[in-house]
């Protein structure tokens, strides 16, 4: 506890208030966080926002496109939210995309799949993959490339990044540049260094991410399943260079990091950059960690400058 930073422990202090969410059913703990008094942070200025519908089989969902300054055509950065499949939604990721978009001079399509236990597994990474096509089907539209798509998100979000870059390469579909891995979720096993020595009192309990991986899941099965735990994949040669981004004190922490050593022995290009002192979700709360969320997306910002020129030079 005692390199935590100030900014995690504040954070903490209010969170640990709060009722154990894991005690309560989904919709409670949505609308618990839907009624917290709004925190007034600083948005920095794009070009355009737009909310738009898209197909996903035969359903919709809506995805939010965030457009810089600027002539383009851009590069493409498709981003999944975190929230352990349950919670979460456009507007929690908002102030981080708004961020990327400016920071790395590139068309932010944030997408709303649908949430867990309503529509479980498959269907919030299936929404997520459709997602990826209709941003490479519509690139021209976007005012975007196509050739540069880059996938990332946060948790939940850096979980349904992985998958897709899977999935992608397994049945040849839209050629990712990068993907970029926030603290992600890759396996479902709970037994890591870091989950017992976090497991209790650092946000994201050992209990609370059960509770989250239950709900998103139908069966043990599931868990092994590459496209939902991405860690279990048996062959993780041909993928996107990866840029993984973990925190100091979280349960995920050695998930993420075996997951980039199984990408680094699969041949696969991949940075790892470690957040000290931070906890999961610091990289969608700008109202605590403004400074922090500025910082990884710099980093960010830098592996996709040097992994673009490598991609132009082939």
């Known amino acids: 506890?005692?390199?935590?930073?100030?900014?995690?422990?504040?954070?903490?202090?209010?969170?640990?208030?709060?009722?154990?969410?894991?005690?309560?059913?989904?919709?409670?703990?949505?609308?618990?966080?839907?009624?917290?008094?709004?925190?007034?942070?600083?948005?920095?200025?794009?070009?355009?926002?737009?909310?738009?519908?898209?197909?996903?089989?035969?359903?919709?969902?809506?995805?939010?496109?965030?457009?810089?300054?600027?002539?383009?055509?851009?590069?493409?950065?498709?981003?999944?939210?975190?929230?352990?499949?349950?919670?979460?939604?456009l507007e929690t990721a908002d102030a981080s995309c708004r961020m990327i978009a400016n920071k790395t001079g590139s068309v932010v399509v944030s997408v709303d799949y649908r949430l867990s236990p309503e529509y479980k597994y498959p269907v919030p990474f299936n929404d997520s993959y459709e997602a990826l096509k209709w941003v490479y089907d519509n690139a021209?539209?976007?005012?975007?490339?196509?050739?540069?798509?880059?996938?990332?998100?946060?948790?939940?979000?850096?979980?349904l990044s992985a998958a897709v870059s899977i999935k992608s390469r397994d049945e040849n579909g839209p050629k990712i540049s990068a993907q970029i891995l926030i603290y992600p979720v890759t396996d479902m096993t709970y037994d890591t260094p870091s989950y017992n020595e976090f497991q209790k009192g650092f946000g994201l309990d050992k209990n609370l991410m059960v509770w989250f991986v239950d709900h998103y899941i139908s069966n043990e099965a599931d868990k092994k399943d590459k496209y939902a735990a991405p860690l279990v994949a048996k062959d993780l040669r041909d993928l996107p260079p990866a840029f993984v981004i973990t925190a100091e004190y979280d349960v995920l922490r050695d998930e993420g990091n075996a997951y980039a050593e199984r990408l680094k022995t699969s041949g696969v290009k991949v940075e790892t950059f470690l957040e000290k002192g931070l906890i999961h979700g610091y990289f969608t709360n700008m109202a605590v960690f403004p400074e922090q969320i500025k910082r990884t997306i710099s980093k960010i910002e830098q592996f996709l400058s040097e992994n673009t020129e490598q991609v132009e030079k082939v």
């Open 140 to 159: 021209e539209e976007l005012n975007g490339i196509a050739s540069n798509i880059v996938v990332g998100g946060d948790s939940a979000g850096g979980n």
């Open 1 to 89: 506890m005692s390199n935590l930073s100030p900014e995690s422990k504040a954070y903490l202090e209010a969170f640990n208030e709060m009722p154990a969410l894991e005690t309560m059913e989904p919709q409670a703990v949505r609308e618990m966080m839907a009624q917290a008094p709004p925190v007034e942070i600083e948005l920095a200025s794009v070009a355009n926002v737009e909310d738009r519908l898209i197909s996903v089989g035969d359903a919709e969902i809506k995805v939010r496109i965030y457009t810089p300054e600027g002539n383009g055509p851009f590069p493409l950065f498709v981003y999944y939210h975190g929230g352990g499949w349950v919670i979460g939604d």
